[in-house]
């Protein structure tokens, strides 16, 4: 099950207890709770298993047009379940009914780590596309990755 989560005090409890999970992806401590608060003030969904938040995404809007994931995770022990796809699915069902034409995401550029190859798969799976790499948006040893995807329908008058 997937839901909307709002209250603030839930999505910090979930964002952490998930990112904690997912240190080696996210670096250092300073940084894990950089993406934790920010994360608890942002639009949040969460998967669930059996009752347990396993996986979530915060966004923000970084356009009139653009939804970006801040944030995206699930619990190592729940990784290959579909939960990841089907945790995006639901943004990008929000994302489109909210009006945005376009998402868009971050990441470390793929080649600079297994860990972070295996999520440029992830969002290449979800049909994003390459847009232009930052070699030192955040430091030289993780060049950033930018992806966008579009979702509007091309053929449908604005």
């Not at 979930?14 to 940084?31: K, M, Q």
């Not at 993406?35 to 639009?43: D, F, G, N, Q, V």
């Not at 994931?69 to 290959?80: D, P, Q, T």
Request: charged fraction near 25%; aromatic fraction near 16%.
């Amino acid at each position: 099950m997937v839901k909307i989560i709002t209250n603030k005090e839930e999505k910090e409890q979930i964002a952490r207890s998930i990112l904690y999970d997912l240190s080696s992806w996210f670096g250092i401590p300073e940084a894990l709770e950089e993406y934790i608060l920010k994360s608890k003030e942002m639009p949040f969904i969460a998967v669930y298993c059996d009752g347990v938040a396993v996986g979530f995404v915060s966004s923000k809007a970084t356009s009139d047009y653009t939804a970006e994931i801040y944030c995206m995770g699930v619990l190592k022990a729940y990784h290959g379940r579909g939960l990841g796809r089907k945790l995006f699915l639901e943004f990008e069902a929000i994302a489109k009914s909210k009006g945005y034409k376009y998402l868009q995401v971050k990441t470390v550029k793929y080649g600079k780590y297994e860990t972070y190859d295996k999520t440029n798969l992830f969002y290449k799976a979800m049909g994003f596309s390459e847009l232009e790499v930052f070699p030192t948006l955040w430091d030289e040893s993780n060049p950033c990755q930018v992806y966008v995807k579009a979702i509007w329908n091309k053929l449908k008058k604005d």
